[in-house]
């Protein structure tokens, strides 16, 4: 019988991870009960309608001028949604919340419109993510930098990490100029991004010339501008962060070891849209995300790292205890 060590020091090729848990999985994934596999598009809308409507409580708190106070909770309640519904673009982007692979895309694009992440460009360099964890191809799309997170400073501005932006105005860039957004793509992948930076920037330019026509600055700084850049941005490095942190994700293909599961309150779990539950996401991410705490409950014995909290956590980043020893080797390095 092969040890784990026997199949982890194999030629490292796409998709590697799913040969490993097929050899030493107690619970072989084609053994999984067929209704984790079932999409429920009733869930996904209900999520969807509630984040939005949170959205608007915001905005109705800041546009009502009950005082500052009343401005900060409306920011960061818009803010804080507006990283959730990334997470809900993230279940649109594996297929999970409809069958259509139109209202998919329809969906995921309204999910990642507030923080400017196209939906396309999201799914395939996390799908190509998912075939290649555990292997130097590895990377993941918002591409963290995570040094110095031991310190203060350094934890608070890896969650700022306004330099994303960069990015995302280079792929407008190319989008304008009718370079490939994502170099080496497939052409219709690219039509795809295309289109999305197109749309994108066409919304960033109604938003410049309603500020300018109806001098509505303010009410764009603060419904916008402020959520995003101050609330939204380090709220999704708080939920992204941590999914393999530390972890040999260069080079270990054994995604029970290469990746994390976080135990959350019930709001934590709604919240990173059981992002927490992110080993039993990477055991088969075939599932859709309304099922995983189930698939979760079945492959709990065979996860090898997990935290008893998000605090406990963050905590241990803080005093060094979770780190990478080699910063150009993390998964978050494009």
Request: aromatic share 12%; with cysteine.
């Amino acid at each position: 019988m092969e040890s784990l060590q026997d199949v982890k020091s194999g030629a490292r090729v796409e998709g590697e991870a799913e040969v490993v848990l097929e050899k030493l999985a107690l619970v072989h994934r084609r053994d999984l009960p067929k209704d984790i596999f079932q999409r429920k598009p009733s869930v996904f809308v209900k999520k969807f309608a509630f984040a939005f409507a949170l959205i608007g409580i915001g905005a109705a708190l800041v546009l009502a001028n009950l005082g500052p106070i009343a401005d900060v909770v409306g920011i960061v309640v818009i803010g804080a949604i507006y990283a959730h519904l990334v997470e809900l673009q993230h279940e649109c982007l594996h297929q999970h919340a409809f069958r259509s692979r139109r209202l998919n895309r329809v969906f995921g694009f309204m999910c990642g419109m507030f923080m400017v992440s196209s939906y396309s460009h999201y799914r395939y360099e996390h799908l190509a993510h998912h075939a290649n964890l555990g292997t130097s191809k590895n990377k993941e799309f918002f591409n963290y930098r995570f040094k110095n997170l031991d310190t203060v400073w350094g934890f608070v501005k890896g969650a700022l990490h306004l330099g994303r932006y960069t990015e995302v105005l280079k792929s407008m860039g190319r989008a304008l100029t009718g370079r490939p957004v994502m170099p080496g793509g497939r052409v219709h992948e690219n039509k795809r991004l295309r289109e999305e930076y197109l749309l994108l920037v066409a919304m960033a330019a109604a938003t410049v010339a309603v500020g300018f026509v109806l001098d509505a600055w303010v009410p764009i700084l603060l419904l916008w501008a402020l959520p995003n850049f101050l609330v939204a941005e380090p709220c999704h490095f708080l939920i992204e962060m941590p999914e393999h942190f530390g972890l040999n994700t260069q080079t270990d293909p054994d995604v029970r070891s290469n990746t994390r599961t976080i135990n959350a309150t019930r709001i934590g779990a709604w919240y990173t849209n059981y992002n927490n539950l992110h080993t039993a996401h990477h055991y088969h991410y075939g599932g859709p995300m309304v099922n995983v705490p189930r698939l979760h409950d079945i492959v709990t014995p065979e996860i090898q790292v997990i935290e008893e909290s998000y605090p406990a956590f963050f905590k241990r980043v803080l005093r060094g205890e979770w780190k990478y020893t080699n910063f150009e080797e993390t998964c978050m390095t494009r």
